[in-house]
């Protein structure tokens, strides 16, 4: 599998689905999957997605992309299901290490921003591994919905706390 790299893309697709969770935009490099949204406008996604790749050329292609979208509508539906597309984000080296060390929390536990960044060796840089799951492109895939404040509490996610609530659930029951 093609893990988190820092290429950049030629050309994007996308698609646009719906979930239980709000619409969902999946979008695609020649290398694999660049972007995974969660949102309620589709407009306001597309739009994420090209401030993320300003000056990429980007086509909606729901036809080509169905079965990726599909996909990653089952793991948002089920999170406990797996994901093992090719993944081809775009982050800085910190932003990398944070968010192959969030794959690697097991689906139904949690853990602190605290612990995510003493895993990767940065015990002092707990601000910078929030700031590496806020830009986390890859919703569910990067489960940065898995970090929680140090007393347990639930704390901001680019998608929406109540989004964050609901996956946490679907997980725990898993």
């Not at 097991?106 to 591994?129: E, F, K, L, M, N």
């Not at 919703?139 to 347990?152: F, I, K, M, N, Q």
Request: contains cysteine; glycine residues 8%.
């Amino acid at each position: 599998m093609n893990d988190l790299n820092e290429s950049r893309p030629h050309a994007i697709d996308y698609a646009i689905g719906d979930s239980s969770l709000g619409r969902v935009l999946v979008a695609q490099s020649a290398r694999g999957v660049v972007a995974i949204l969660l949102g309620d406008d589709p407009a306001a996604l597309v739009a994420d997605l090209q401030s993320r790749y300003a000056g990429t050329p980007l086509q909606r292609a729901d036809g080509a992309l169905a079965e990726r979208l599909a996909a990653v509508i089952a793991l948002v539906e089920s999170p406990a299901t797996g994901f093992d597309l090719a993944l081809d984000p775009r982050g800085t080296a910190f932003q990398q290490r944070v968010w192959r060390a969030l794959r690697e929390i097991p689906c139904g536990t949690t853990q602190s921003y605290s612990d995510v960044a003493r895993r990767i060796g940065a015990p002092r840089a707990v601000r910078a591994v929030a700031g590496a799951c806020a830009a986390n492109p890859l919703a569910v895939v990067v489960p940065c919905h898995r970090v929680l404040r140090s007393d347990g509490g639930l704390s901001g996610y680019r998608w929406g706390v109540a989004r964050k609530r609901a996956l946490l659930a679907r997980e725990a029951a898993a």
